[in-house]
């Protein structure tokens, strides 16, 4: 099988940690030739790229994951960049997997003529899909589209996949996100104390573990070095060293940290794929939202609380004083969306082999 992969190449490590992720799904299940992959936000799927590439080319077409259900701005309302009357026109069997849907709580939501174009896009997929982060209830609240929910494939970074630890000794990584700033914060001035209060949190993490950061995308340095100034055993990981080229070096990081404070998707997704636990910094619907659906809402802080800094060392508390017994629980919750996702790839497979 010839497999092309549409997805957000759009200079963000957490989405390129996806596309490994759902790579690692399609050839663990499915009887895989090769994969190509282009950039969702870039390539436009006009008549001729459809006829010429998409059709004649390959054998399955997967859009996704990542937040691809978001901006406004865009031509569809979200990221897919198809008109409408042609998305009719593929005949190569195609599906959205594990789309998340992205706009924040002051965002205006989907737009009517996204909405229109997601509902023709749900009837002509083979198979229509969003991540397990409450993506299926906001859809499903605007579109009235009742979409199969399945594991962001971002969990499966592991799956036959090895990576190798950069740092020796325990360390925490801290990821923050600083891209539109206005909406995860609430404005300059609550940007400015949640620095002052995770300078806080850093301070006392620091005592008694290194401590990392990680950007995901260029806006996220500042940030980071903001909260990092001064403070002993505090490091930011170099982004331009490794990004986007290396993000198997990035991801690695994850995989051998004790544990992660998180305030993006994938900051969350990838080290509980691999047994490392997280506290979400909650500056968006979906980081509370994956975490109830994984039964770990006792492990999420928001953002712009001003008990913050009790609330994060309360999390760490609990975190460190029943860490084995809670990487047990991640082991159990990461067999369990191992076998909904092979679920979902065998179902998929089902349904091209009835066509």
């Keep these: ?23 690692n799904l399609l050839r663990h299940n499915l009887d895989i030739d090769f994969i190509a992959q282009t950039n969702l936000q870039g390539r436009e799927f006009n008549e001729y790229y459809i006829n010429q590439v998409v059709n004649k080319l390959y054998d399955l077409l997967v859009i996704g994951g990542g937040g691809i259900i978001h901006g406004a701005h865009w031509p569809q309302g979200w990221f897919w960049l198809i008109e409408k009357q042609n998305i009719g026109k593929i005949s190569t069997p195609f599906v959205i997997y594990g789309a998340g849907y992205n706009y924040f709580e002051d965002e205006q939501g989907i737009p009517e003529r996204g909405i229109e174009h997601l509902r023709h896009t749900a009837e002509e997929a083979l198979f229509f899909s969003v991540r397990n982060d409450g993506s299926k209830e906001r859809l499903l609240e605007q579109t009235n589209i009742d979409a199969v929910e399945i594991p962001d494939p971002g969990f499966h970074i592991g799956l036959d996949t090895q990576y190798d630890p950069l740092i020796e000794g325990d360390y925490v990584i801290i990821q923050l996100a600083d891209d539109k700033s206005e909406l995860r914060f609430g404005g300059a001035e609550k940007r400015d104390r949640f620095i002052l209060q995770m300078r806080e949190v850093v301070k006392d993490l620091s005592s008694r573990l290194k401590v990392v950061l990680i950007p995901h995308v260029f806006n996220d340095i500042a940030l980071s070095e903001a909260v990092a100034e ?26 051998y940290a004790k544990y992660v404070l998180a305030m993006r998707g994938h900051g969350h997704i990838v080290p509980i794929g691999f047994n490392t636990p997280v506290i979400a910094l909650e500056a968006h619907p979906k980081a509370r939202g994956l975490m109830e659906k994984l039964g770990l809402s006792e492990y999420v802080v928001k953002v712009n609380n001003t008990s913050f800094i009790e609330e994060c060392n309360a999390a760490t508390t609990k975190l460190e004083s029943s860490y084995n017994e809670l990487v047990s629980r991640y082991q159990t919750i990461n067999c369990e969306l191992l076998q909904q996702s092979n679920a979902a790839c065998n179902e998929i497979k089902c349904r091209i082999e009835t066509l």
Excluded: E, W
């Design 230 to 255: 001064g403070l002993q055993g505090v490091t930011v990981f170099p982004f331009s060293k490794y990004a986007f080229d290396r993000c198997d070096k990035v991801i690695g990081l994850y995989k």
């Design 1 to 23: 099988m010839k497999v092309l992969h549409s997805y957000c190449l759009n200079f963000n490590i957490g989405d390129y940690a996806l596309g490994i992720g759902i790579k």
